[in-house]
């Protein structure tokens, strides 16, 4: 007891000291015992790592100080090297692998060899660091979930934070005011995110978890709650005014409908009395601030009567074809796209975007046409192979892992959906959030099991069958009388 307590007094003063030194006293002292502990955590149980990622990223943004990177990004690559040390000490290899992650694998070499040509090279090697960290946490969830029940827990912890996320945001909402009919919106809500897209790329994804967890529950008070965090979420959708994180929430419903027929009666169940309370409460009442500005937002979605002036996607979407004609095969360098947009000659040189407003032209200017067709690749194959393994799935009274991977499926979607009309995936906790379902979604791709068959009813006799046949006679019978012939 004596030795402990005075080890406890020695790592205290020198945790102290280091903190006066570094002018970060309290981070030091209680960040410190708490990296060691959840360094043990990982260790013994590679699924608190995936947990860790979850639970910081209201602080994501947050910079380590003294390290280049901001708390997820340490955190995600401090547990990839935990889970790889457990994995060598238990004889496993250092990853877990799934057939899609060989093309991320791919694009990451592809990457490599763009970078020399990269027209910022700080910019190329951030983002190809953070590439390459993504692939090491798609491995790390695929080695810490071994159960469908593993998925559902991490999943539901995912939904738990977001919800918090979403309930500050809409807590420290400011007046929304719109102008050009919805074109252009201020004071629409962004969470801890540097902008609101990303926060509505998170709700969505998150929403859609919700939703799928919600449906794969078997308690009534799980599904209060699930059904609860997911509604504070989809408020948060809401007023972010996303009309890219709509439109990929839109595609997610409807993929989940179709893998989970159960989901339309679900939603239909949920949505009624959600409305009816809304209507009571006023808030669909027309002079509703907020309901006018998401009304117009809406309107503007499908509509171009009003052209928003600031919208300069055109000009971006042109200049993103004139980088990829410009290097077709590896691009301006990962990153790189900002930087070439605001040199001379460049299609949006006035409007310094920081990305081309699509994942697929994004990732073609930066890194060129054969990076854009890996993550197609990768998409697809993604996308067969969940198709395939939900036909296994039969649909009956024991589908819990259909409705969490309908889910998951509609989560990934709804990343692709957006990524139509905008890139999001510059930030780290939205890219993180992304891949942490994408490998949720694989590792489900293997653990899930289908319904049992049931039993076969016996089939009724017919009356031929029913009635009694005599016996054949024995050997010992038939000799008598053929001796006697």
Excluded at 19 to 28: A, F, H, K, Q, S
Excluded at 65 to 94: K, N
Excluded at 125 to 153: E, H, K, N, P, S
Aim: charged residues 15%; aromatic residues 6%; proline residues 7%.
């Amino acid at each position: 007891m004596t030795t402990a307590i005075g080890s406890a007094a020695v790592v205290g003063f020198v945790l102290a000291a280091l903190g006066e030194r570094l002018g970060t006293g309290p981070i030091v002292v209680i960040g410190m015992p708490l990296l060691v502990l959840g360094a043990l955590g990982v260790l013994r149980d590679p699924r608190v790592g995936v947990l860790a990622v979850f639970v910081v990223m209201p602080w994501g943004f947050t910079q380590i100080p003294g390290v280049p990177l901001q708390l997820i990004e340490f955190v995600v690559a401090g547990v990839a090297v935990l889970v790889a040390m457990r994995r060598l000490g238990l004889g496993d290899p250092p990853l877990a692998w799934a057939a899609p992650l060989n093309w991320i694998l791919a694009l990451a070499l592809w990457v490599l060899l763009a970078l020399p040509s990269a027209v910022d090279h700080d910019l190329a090697v951030g983002q190809t660091a953070q590439l390459v960290g993504g692939l090491l946490f798609m491995a790390t969830v695929l080695a810490a979930i071994t159960t469908a029940r593993d998925v559902r827990r991490l999943m539901a912890v995912f939904v738990a934070v977001s919800a918090v996320i979403a309930l500050a945001a809409v807590a420290s909402g400011e007046q929304l005011q719109s102008q050009f009919g919805g074109g252009l919106v201020t004071g629409r809500a962004t969470g801890i995110f540097t902008e609101p897209n990303q926060f509505g790329a998170m709700c969505s994804m998150a929403a859609l978890v919700g939703i799928g967890l919600t449906l794969s529950a078997r308690r009534t008070a799980i599904k209060l709650l699930g059904a609860a965090a997911t509604i504070a979420i989809i408020v948060g959708l809401l007023l972010s005014l996303s009309r890219g994180s709509w439109i990929g929430f839109t595609l997610g419903i409807v993929v989940m409908v179709v893998m989970l027929p159960r989901a339309r009666r679900a939603l239909l169940v949920i949505s009624v009395p959600l409305v009816i309370i809304a209507a009571g409460l006023g808030a669909f009442a027309p002079g509703n601030p907020a309901v006018t500005v998401v009304s117009q937002r809406l309107s503007s979605t499908v509509s171009g009567e009003v052209r928003n002036p600031y919208d300069e996607r055109p000009a971006i979407y042109a200049e993103a074809g004139r980088e990829i004609v410009d290097s077709p095969i590896t691009g301006q360098g990962p990153g790189g796209f900002p930087v070439s947009a605001s040199r001379a000659g460049s299609e949006a040189q006035s409007v310094t975007p920081d990305h081309a407003h699509n994942i697929l032209l994004t990732w073609a200017a930066e890194s060129g046409i054969p990076a854009a067709l890996m993550i197609v690749g990768f998409a697809l194959h993604l996308g067969f192979k969940t198709h395939e393994v939900s036909r296994r799935l039969r649909p009956g009274t024991r589908d819990y892992d259909r409705a969490t991977l309908s889910g998951l499926a509609a989560a990934a979607i709804s990343v692709v959906g957006q990524g139509t009309v905008d890139y999001v995936l510059r930030g780290p906790v939205v890219f993180y959030a992304a891949l942490a379902i994408v490998g949720a979604l694989m590792a489900m791709l293997h653990v899930a099991r289908p319904a049992p068959m049931p039993a076969p009813t016996p089939r009724e006799r017919t009356p031929e069958e029913r009635e009694p046949v005599a016996p054949a006679p024995s050997e010992p019978e038939l000799e008598p009388i053929l001796w006697r012939a």
